[in-house]
């Protein structure tokens, strides 16, 4: 499940896990607890539906669905899929398609995992496709546009 929870605070996240440890949980509901809680505050960095160019539509979690989108002068990031977990439900691969059609300007679909340099999956008209191995912490998808034009097509499982 994706939860999009805008305003989360670490302060929240210390009281939620002395909560757990007070209240006797074991040492694997801790560690459950707290993903859940590192997952959902990193499903706040995703850029929302509201904001986005196209159509979202997710998975199982925020790292997996389907995103379309028609571009035009788009000069911004958006950040389409992923989360930070410690460790994902769904296990550490994911396999990324996506169809890129620029008409104008330039667009880079990217994946950035932690504080690494992204890395540049698509920056010209093409197609993509590859199993990706996700590291534990932060992973996320997405396009970046300076003044493009053109078209998006991409599916995660």
């Known amino acids: 499940m994706c939860y999009k929870k805008k305003y989360f605070s670490f302060l929240s996240m210390g009281i939620l896990m002395l909560s757990l440890l007070l209240v006797g949980c074991s040492k694997n509901e801790i ?3 707290y993903n859940n809680v590192v997952q959902s505050a990193g499903n706040a960095a995703l850029t929302s539906d509201f904001s986005l160019k196209g159509n979202r539509i997710y998975g199982d979690d925020c790292y997996t669905g389907t995103y379309t989108a ?8 958006e950040y389409l899929f992923g989360g930070t977990s410690i460790e994902r439900e769904n296990g550490k691969d994911i396999s990324v398609s996506c169809d890129l059609e620029i008409t104008g300007g330039t667009a880079q679909v990217f994946w950035v995992s932690g504080s690494d340099d992204p890395i540049i999956l698509l920056e010209a008209t093409n197609s993509y496709s590859e199993t990706i191995t996700l590291p534990e912490g932060g992973n996320y998808i997405g396009i970046i546009g300076n003044n493009f034009t053109g078209h998006l097509e991409m599916n995660i499982e």
């Open 70 to 77: 028609d571009y035009k002068d788009f000069s911004k990031t």
């Open 31 to 33: 560690l459950d607890q």
